[in-house]
């Protein structure tokens, strides 16, 4: 068994201990709104926007884009389960800033192990073969914050199963401070209707 493995039914053990009623919350968010954003381990919605168990869905992908995925989720959460209001958090120092769609789809190309980072850019360490299957995912990659932001409002709100009364908000989550950073012109775009 790994130390991780380990440590996380450790941890789960004494969750349980005290767990008490959480298993009778219902299955719509009783605060009823969602947060989209990244999976990033430095972000915890839960704490920065004082969640606990049942109030909010909180769906996370790489730079929390508005992937179909994403939208998916976001429809769910709304028709079936009742969410009234939605916000597109990124964040700074993000790491889909520090590469492009051709970048990763040469690493991958090159090898299926895990590439690193330096002053000079990405490097594939790997050897073996890798796969060109990258070529056709759209990684959704980030060059300006307040920009992918926008953007991702944008789509949301133009999307024809998005319902025009729902608010969703823009955000960028400054990493060095714990901050929302709203984006203006995000938030005027996802306006309700």
């Not at 299955?27 to 954003?37: E, G, K, N």
Request: hydrophobic content about 40%; overall charge negative.
């Amino acid at each position: 068994m790994s130390q991780v493995l380990e440590e996380v039914l450790s941890a789960n053990r004494v969750y349980v201990e005290g767990f008490g009623d959480k298993g009778n919350l219902s299955i719509p968010p009783s605060r009823r709104f969602a947060i989209l954003t990244c999976m990033d381990a430095r972000l915890d919605p839960a704490k920065f926007a004082g969640l606990a168990e049942g109030d909010a869905h909180v769906i996370r992908n790489a730079g929390g884009r508005a992937s179909d995925d994403a939208i998916r989720s976001l429809v769910i959460s709304y028709k079936l389960l009742g969410t009234r209001e939605w916000f597109v958090i990124h964040h700074s120092n993000c790491g889909m800033e520090t590469f492009t769609d051709h970048i990763i789809r040469n690493l991958l190309a090159s090898s299926l192990k895990t590439a690193y980072l330096d002053e000079t850019g990405w490097h594939d360490i790997g050897t073996g073969s890798g796969a060109s299957e990258g070529d056709f995912i759209d990684w959704l990659t980030i060059d300006d914050q307040a920009k992918s932001v926008y953007t991702d409002v944008k789509r949301i709100r133009s999307h024809p199963l998005v319902p025009p009364e729902i608010p969703i908000y823009g955000y960028i989550y400054d990493v060095k401070t714990g901050k929302l950073i709203e984006v203006p012109e995000a938030t005027k775009v996802g306006q309700a209707v």
